[in-house]
């Protein structure tokens, strides 16, 4: 059994993911350019991206993810990192987190469950927060008794890799303990 969840990096809604868009995702993931990146994702990722872009340095396309700069170079420098989604798998992880949020689907989560929601007031994925909230919001309304959440001012996507990364891994590290601990 789950003894209990991490939500780091989450959304409560696919922004600009619409009908219409994942009708397209769905024609590209079934045509012959299924094995290709995904395009409608770059153009995310790249609106992503512009609010970080600095104009004395050029951009990496990566600065959406966190602001230590020491970080984005070791991504760059990995050659497992950034590798692109395929049309096929963009299609696949937009319609799996349609049909996740689906109130019958979130109904199942098991409102004794612990979790812990944690993100960046800056991740450009979760809105600034404002789309991870609405998520807490409906967990509440369907009576998550051991919800708990912690936004950190100022940091993007990779809140385990920004500037203040030390105390994320002891809010998550400190609630795993009390998760456990209970057991």
């Known amino acids: 059994m789950l003894a209990g969840a991490v939500l780091c ?11 219409e868009v994942l009708d397209q995702l769905k024609a590209a993931a079934h045509s012959a350019d299924a094995n290709q990146p995904s ?3 770059a153009g995310v990722l790249k609106a992503f991206n512009a609010p970080f872009e600095q104009a004395d340095r050029p951009p990496t396309g990566c600065e959406w993810m966190t602001a230590d700069q020491t970080e984005i ?31 019958q689907n979130e109904s ?3 409102v004794d469950l612990p979790i812990l929601i944690v993100a960046g007031t800056r991740d450009p994925v979760g809105a600034s927060t404002h789309s991870i909230q609405s998520l807490i919001t409906r967990y509440m309304k369907q009576g998550h008794l051991a919800l708990a959440y912690r936004f950190y ?16 891994h002891y809010d998550i ?11």
Request: glycine share 10%.
């Open 39 to 41: 395009m409608i994702l």
């Open 73 to 103: 170079q070791r991504f760059l420098d990995d050659g497992l990192c950034g590798k692109p989604f395929s049309n096929s798998m963009m299609y696949s992880v937009a319609e799996g987190f349609r049909n996740l949020w689906i109130a």
């Open 153 to 168: 001012p100022g940091d993007r996507h990779e809140i385990l890799n920004d500037r203040n990364k030390d105390l994320v």
């Open 173 to 183: 590290v400190s609630w795993l303990d009390a998760v456990l601990n209970r057991r």
């Open 108 to 110: 199942r989560i098991p």
């Open 9 to 19: 990096g989450t959304m409560g809604a696919l922004p600009g993911i619409d009908d």
